[in-house]
C-alpha cells in the first residue's frame, strides 16, 4: 500500500548548525502532514503541520516545506541544540481519521 | 497531569497468555488511537474510536486483537494467546475529532512476550 518514507535513517549535525530532515509520500490523496519528535521512552510529540494547500509553515526555530509535486516533505531545524537529538517522523493524514507514519530519521546533535 | 496516560507501562508475559492494555486520554478529547511500535520502526495504526464507537480496524490487525472504548473515555487493548511477534510498544493516543490530525500520545506499554 501507499506509506510516507524518509529519505535517511539517520542524520548527525553539528551543534548550531540547521538540520533539514527530509520525507517522501505517496498518497496523493493525503491533504495533512504533520511531523513528530520522539524521545527514547517516550511517545511521539507533535511539533509542526501543514496542509496540502500551503508550502510552508513556520514555527519556533522548526519550518516545515511541502512540495506537492514531487511528493516531498522536509523539517528544517535552526540552530540545532543537544535537545533536539531524537527521531524524527512524518506522518500523512489520511480521511476520515487515520495517520500513516513513515520509519523515521534519527537525529544526533554533536556538542 | 493532563496527558494521555498508559497502563502498564511494561508487561513481560509467557507466549499464549492474554494481556490487557489501558489507555486514558486527554479528558476533552473523543477520539482515541491505538498504534503499535517496533524498535526502529514508526507507530503503525492499529485501530481508532471517536467516542465510544469504533471507526477503523487495520486489516493487519489478527482477531487475537481486541479494543473497546465503553464509555467513549478510557479504552483497553487485549490481546489473546499472545505470540513473540506481538511483542512490541503499544501507543495510545488522543485527539478532538474537528481537529483530529494532531495526536497527542501516552509514554506507551512496551510488551515483551517470552
Known amino acids: 500500500g501507499e506509506s510516507v518514507g524518509l529519505h535517511l535513517p539517520t542524520l548527525s549535525v553539528q551543534e548550531g548548525d540547521n538540520s533539514i530532515i527530509n520525507c517522501a509520500y505517496s498518497?496523493?490523496?493525503?491533504?495533512?502532514f504533520i511531523w513528530y519528535k520522539q524521545e527514547s521512552g517516550k511517545g511521539p510529540q507533535f511539533i509542526i503541520d501543514?496542509?496540502?494547500?500551503?508550502d510552508k509553515r513556520q514555527g519556533q526555530r522548526v519550518t516545515v516545506l511541502l512540495n506537492k509535486t514531487v511528493k516531498h516533505l522536509s523539517l528544517q531545524i535552526a540552530a540545532t541544540q543537544p535537545g533536539d537529538s531524537a527521531v524524527y517522523f512524518c506522518a500523512e493524514k489520511e480521511p476520515p481519521g487515520k495517520s500513516t507514519f513513515g520509519d523515521g530519521t534519527t537525529l544526533t546533535v554533536k556538542p | 497531569d493532563t496527558g494521555v496516560s498508559q497502563d502498564p507501562r511494561h508487561k513481560i508475559t509467557k507466549r499464549g497468555q492474554n494481556v490487557t492494555f489501558r489507555c486514558d486520554p486527554i479528558s476533552e478529547h473523543n477520539r482515541l488511537y491505538w498504534y503499535r511500535q517496533t524498535l526502529g520502526q514508526g507507530p503503525e495504526f492499529l485501530t481508532y474510536f471517536q467516542n465510544e464507537a469504533q471507526l477503523e480496524k487495520s486489516r493487519l490487525l489478527s482477531d487475537r486483537f481486541s479494543a473497546e472504548r465503553p464509555k467513549g473515555s478510557f479504552s483497553t487493548l487485549e490481546i489473546q494467546r499472545t505470540e513473540q511477534g506481538d511483542s512490541a510498544m503499544y501507543l495510545c493516543?488522543?485527539?478532538?475529532?474537528?481537529?483530529?490530525?494532531?495526536?497527542?500520545f501516552g509514554s506507551g506499554t512496551q510488551l515483551s512476550v517470552l
Open positions: 498518497n496523493s490523496a493525503s491533504d495533512y
Open positions: 501543514i496542509r496540502s494547500n500551503m
Open positions: 493516543a488522543s485527539s478532538l475529532a474537528y481537529d483530529g490530525e494532531k495526536l497527542f
